[in-house]
Structure formats: structure tokens, C-alpha cells
């Protein structure tokens, strides 16, 4: 299965409110991060939960966030950095806000 | 509205122990029930946490690491249909007599 | 989306850690050992399955990474294999992390400072590292390490400075990580397993570097 998205790509990662097993934090639902690396594909967890599996495999991102974008009053380096890996259901394309 | 276990941020934080306990016997055992049971197919990582993460916040937060992972695994073997609740108590009632 | 309040000496803290038995350990302990005797009734697992699993996880301990770490330090080659393929690494040390769960290790650098945590669960590298410190599992450092990572770590003893970037990773889903220190200085003459002393397990999470030798 193709990757949407590519390392460089800025994605905003979607504000759903899901019941069931997530593996998507909410302390970056709807923040915009950047594609760092396309890890591989893999299963979806919040089907494999359930005691489903199988195909389709989607494909899961290493993201980053600035901190300074996820935590109002952030203490630490205006370059410090957060990573997160997330499946490609939970994200979409974003804009490059301009800073 | 976030849920118990996604901790992330969460503003109830305080200063970290870094205090280590000695493992019992009893949390050995529930680490190596959990895995074989993952090792043979009868259930898998993804159905531990999710499981893990159904239970009642109140109850996620009282008990300690082990203890919800010996919840998780109860309520999987239930639901599973493999353990019933009655014959776990049953065995636990024995086990506490010998 | 919680706000942070740290700092202002209002932290309540959780009750207790999350991890360390609570009141309700007896019950619980009653409860693993009728689950595994009636496992074994039942045919679903042996006593043994569950020795050999104990042996397994007793055998994996941060000297794994440490021996990895040193490794690294002085051969160009291995350190390429451990950035790009971490199990491959260990399975050049004897050391066996085959499984379904990926490795990726984390290389420090003088602009760049990495942090390992899992907020939704307590995700670790055991098939190297073996069980995580009950600290790692707790609440609070689940908690604080994403939104105040420097502050976790000056509670560790380890201050980064200002112009180092800290990299803070939540291993969210299939990856497992771990943290490869820099070398520390003044140890040109030391060998492998005198390097690998150095490295403890808090340098493999992120929240320790290994100490200088001056």
C-alpha cells in the first residue's frame, strides 16, 4: 500500500473523539507536525484490539511536534521537539503555517 | 475528553519516585502468564491494552502495574470463553487454603 | 487539552505511583496463580512455558545496551548496523530481540538530546533491556516527560543545556527505543567492557548520561 505522506510533509493530525483502543494521544490531536520518517506498515491496533486482524496494513509515520506548538507555557528550548508515531488514518495533509 | 490511561500532559503530575520495589513472586507470574499467553496466539498485545484501558478509572488509578495486568487477562480469558469468573474464584478459594 | 501547572508549587501529584502494589494485591496475586493453575488444568499453557518465560526476561538486563552502547563507541561499522537495524545489532552480541516489535535507537549529538517515554502504557525495549524501572511505568513521568522533559530530568540529576535540543520520543505504537549516549570524554584508553560500565540503564532511557572520565 502507497504512503499518503512522505518525511517532510507537514500533517495536521485529526481531533476525533473515538471510542474503542487508540493509540493516537490527545495531547496532539489537532496539531499540525511534520513527517519525519515512514516507518513501515503495519496493522491497525484499534482493530487488532478487538480481536480482528488482517489486511488492509496501513502505514505508520514517525511525526514530529515543536513543543512549543503542544504546550502553552512550554519550558525548555524553542527547538525542542516531540515525537510521536501514528498511523496514517490519523492523519492529513496540513499547510505550513507560516511563523 | 481524555481518557485515564492517555497521560500525556496530564496536569495531575507531581514530582517522580524514583524508588524501586522488589518484584514479587505474583507480578513475575502475571508478566509471564501475559506473555505466553501472547506467544500462543490466545491473545495479543493490542486486546491486553485495550483491555487494560476498559477499566473503570477509579480502578485504573488505585491499582498498581501487575495488579491491571491480572485484570486484563481475567476479563480476556472470560471473554474469550476459556476462565469463567466462578472457576477462578473457585481455584483462588482453594489455592488460599493449601 | 490539559494545561500544565508546574512549577508554581501546585502539583498534587497521583496518590501513588501507578505501579508499586496497591491495597488490593493479595486479591490480585490469588487471582494469577488460580488463572495459571487452571491454565494448566486445561491444557492452554505448561508450567513450563511459564519457567522458561521467567528465565527469558531474567535474562535481559541493561548490560545488553551497555554492551551494545561500547560496542558502538569504538567500531564505525557496528554503529552504522545499530542506527539501522538495532535487532540485527543485538543478535551480533548474542543478544536475541527477535519478535514482532521493531527497535530503533536513538543517537545523541551535541545539538540533540533524546528522551524515551510511552504515556498510553509503559512500552519499553524488554527483549534487550528486560523490565523498565517502576519510575518509567509511573504516572508521573508518563505524565511530564512529554510537556516537561528538562524539568523530569534535572529531577534525574541531568541538566541539558539551553542550546542542546531535547527530543522527546512516545513510543505510541510498534516501535520500541532505545537511547545510544555519546562517548564521554577522557575515555580514549578505556576498552569495550570498561565502557560499557559506564553506560547505565537511565543513559539508555535518556534521563542519565554516562559520566566523564576526567
Redesign the interface.
Known sequence: MAARFGPGDPVLVRAAEKPGHV?????VK?KTGRVEEV??V?ED?EILAYGGSGPPEEP?Y?VSFR?ID????????A?????????EHWLEPAREEAR | M?RV?????????????????D??D????????T???D??G?KTTDEH?RA?ESLAPELY???????RW??A??LL?VEKG??TPK???A??T???EI | ???????DGQ????????????T??RY????????????VD?G??AKE??RR??EY?EARTPANGARMVARAWVDPEYKILLLSDTKAAAQELGIDASGPV?FVTLENTPEVHNLVVC????CYPRAILG?P???Y????????A???????MR??GLEIP??????????????RYMVLPMRPPGTKSMGEDELAGLVTRDCLIGTSIPRSVE
Open positions: 493509540r493516537t494521544p490527545e495531547y489537532g516507518l513501515g503495519f491496533p505508520l514517525k513543543q503542544l504546550w502553552e507555557g512550554y519550558a525548555g528550548s527547538n525542542d521537539a516531540l515525537y510521536v508515531d501514528i498511523y | 481524555t490511561h492517555d497521560l500525556g500532559g496530564s496536569s495531575d503530575a507531581g514530582p517522580i519516585d524514583r524508588s524501586q520495589h518484584i514479587e505474583w507480578e513475575r507470574l502475571a508478566d509471564a502468564v506473555i505466553v499467553l506467544k500462543k490466545v491494552r487494560i488509578e488505585k491499582l498498581g502495574y501487575y495488579e491480572i485484570a487477562t481475567e480469558l476459556i476462565l472457576e477462578i474464584d481455584k483462588a482453594e489455592l488460599e | 487539552m490539559s494545561d500544565t501547572h508546574y512549577d502539583t498534587h501529584g497521583h496518590s501513588h505511583d501507578g505501579v508499586k502494589p496497591s488490593e494485591a490480585y496475586a490469588g487471582r494469577i496463580r488460580a488463572i495459571e493453575a487452571l491454565l486445561k492452554v499453557l512455558d511459564v518465560q521467567i526476561m521493531e504515556t498510553l502504557c509503559s523490565v524501572p517502576d519510575w511505568k509511573s504516572f508521573d513521568y508518563r505524565s511530564r512529554v510537556n516537561g522533559p528538562r524539568a523530569v529531577e534525574f539551553e542550546d542542546v535540543h531535547v527530543a522527546v520520543h512516545d513510543s505510541s505504537a510498534d516501535v
